[in-house]
């Protein structure tokens, strides 16, 4: 509980002039601050039990690094509220302001408003919106109450990805992957048919990598996938979630955002599906999550976005392989937070925060 050292200050010139020149004018204005105290303790003790926030726990996502956050403040007491300072935060991935908002209201007995905030950031990613300060005034703010808060919602910046000149080898191409058939997406679209109508058996002349060697032993004749069917994931892009140990490490994060979007969407650009893969830290496994179409990316990347981050770098070449055994692929690319982008054990690209942009596109990346 705090008191305006302006209304303090006024009244300990009132009892001054009350006692020194016998004024009872002044002593009725002591009294009438006296009184004005008292009933604004009152008033702030009761509201203070009254006033809730209904906090979202994520904000809307828009373009141009923007977040929309809604949050309604209402007050189901019978007195009303003089006054309502609200202080949000945003805050990176690790925990450092960004930006505030501060959000001024009064509101009547029973009453409930919403109001909605515009956040910014340079930086992609995960950000978190916190409650920093919720503070209750009382009439002419003579004296005012802060309390506590633990609510806490989120805010995702999503990445814009930038084209790359990729280059599609003949062998890629027409490489089909076996073992990825069991994959599901809340994204796959089944227009074509059944898999059964892409499936025709062997013609000489087919290519042998359309082969597809397990339907076929089921059947004990060579069946081959249609060439548009697209059923396989010939390309493997795999992101290791290893903690950046650079100071500015929002901004080494959101670079690498963008760097492993701007390669999913040049690879969908040149028609070539493929898996994003990376460890989950929670569930301690692999996720993999196919990228047909731009609904599958979007979702994939908000699937990153949400993805914890992990002290030290893990072999996932190997953690694949031990998760399943019998796929198949044509091209494996690693992108890890460093900015370093490997090609199965070649390293094709270094790069850096600035520059990372310039390096795609000056790279000669085939895959």
């Not at 001024?104 to 909605?116: A, T």
């Not at 996720?287 to 030290?312: K, M, S, V």
Request: hydrophobic fraction near 40%; charged fraction near 20%; include cysteine.
């Amino acid at each position: 509980m705090m008191v305006n050292p302006f209304f303090l200050l006024l009244f300990f010139v009132l009892v001054y002039v009350a006692v020194l020149y016998e004024s009872s004018a002044a002593l009725a204005l002591c009294l009438l601050f006296v009184f004005w105290f008292a009933g604004s303790i009152l008033q702030l003790l009761y509201n203070i039990r009254k006033v809730q926030v209904d906090f979202p726990p994520s904000a809307h996502s828009g373009k141009e690094n923007q977040a929309v956050f809604t949050l309604a403040v209402k007050n189901p007491g019978l007195l009303p509220v003089s006054g309502i300072r609200l202080r949000l935060v945003l805050l990176d991935q690790k925990g450092k302001k960004t930006e505030s908002k501060d959000l001024s209201l009064s509101l009547g007995p029973r009453s409930r408003r919403k109001y909605s905030l515009n956040f910014s950031s340079p930086y992609c990613g995960r950000f978190q919106i916190r409650i920093k300060k919720l503070r209750l005034y009382s009439f002419f703010s003579l004296a005012w109450i802060s309390r506590g808060q633990d609510y806490l919602g989120e805010a995702l910046f999503f990445p814009e990805p930038s084209p790359i000149p990729l280059k599609l080898s003949e062998r890629t191409r027409y490489f089909t992957p076996e073992g990825e058939d069991s994959l599901e997406n809340p994204f796959l679209s089944s227009a074509s048919g059944g898999f059964q109508d892409d499936v025709h058996s062997y013609h000489p002349g087919d290519p042998l990598g359309l082969v597809h060697w397990k339907l076929s032993a089921r059947a004990d004749e060579l069946l081959v996938r249609s060439p548009g069917t697209g059923e396989g994931f010939s390309i493997l892009l795999f992101l290791d979630l290893k903690t950046p140990v650079q100071t500015n490490s929002a901004g080494q994060i959101s670079s690498f955002f963008q760097c492993a979007a701007s390669l999913s969407f040049s690879m969908l650009e040149i028609k070539c599906s493929h898996l994003m893969i990376w460890f989950d830290q929670k569930a301690q496994c692999l996720q993999r999550l196919p990228i047909r179409n731009e609904e599958e990316l979007t979702f994939a990347l908000y699937c990153l976005l949400h993805g914890e981050f992990y002290q030290g770098s893990k072999n996932l070449y190997a953690l694949y392989s031990q998760e399943h055994p019998t796929d198949t692929w044509a091209s494996r690319l690693l992108l890890d937070t460093g900015l370093e982008l490997w090609q199965e054990d070649k390293k094709l690209l270094s790069s850096d925060t600035k520059n990372w942009k310039e390096d795609l596109a000056l790279a000669e990346i085939t895959l």
